[in-house]
């Protein structure tokens, strides 16, 4: 059975850094792309970082383009998202999602992905 397990999040004050992981069971993650997507209170899911398998590319959506850094770390089955500068807008939940994509990645929820539960990040100003 394949499980997804987001970790790193917490409360933080503005300008603070956070590291969330995203470990999987029952699959290899780094046969798959995989995704980070982020829920604020009240609104829709959206992605906002992915990485393709291999590491060959990565992608980031411009609110958190150069704050954020998206890597794998295959020998612990583990994708990370070092959250740095973090702002108030951060706040949300935080959810990995893996998706069986050979080439490139995509911050566009797939039909087949395997998701996690979330993780919690609240950023106070």
């Known amino acids: 059975q394949v499980h997804l397990v987001e970790s790193g999040g917490g409360l933080v004050q503005a300008g603070a850094s956070l590291k969330l992981s995203c470990t999987a069971s029952?699959?290899?993650?780094?046969?798959?792309?995989v995704a980070w997507f982020h829920q604020a209170p009240g609104k829709e899911r959206e992605g906002v970082s992915c990485?393709?398998?291999?590491?060959?590319?990565?992608y980031y959506v411009d609110s958190v383009k150069g704050r954020f850094t998206i890597s794998r770390d295959n020998a612990k089955n583990t994708v990370y998202l070092q959250m740095n500068s973090l702002k108030p807008e951060d706040t949300g939940v935080y959810y990995c999602?893996?998706?069986?994509?050979?080439?490139?990645?995509?911050?566009?929820?797939?039909?087949?992905?395997?998701w996690g539960q979330g993780t919690q990040v609240t950023v106070s100003s």
């Open positions: 999602s893996a998706e069986s994509r050979p080439i490139g990645c995509t911050v566009v929820a797939g039909v087949n992905d395997h």
């Open positions: 029952g699959l290899t993650l780094d046969y798959y792309a």
């Open positions: 990485i393709s398998v291999g590491s060959s590319s990565t």
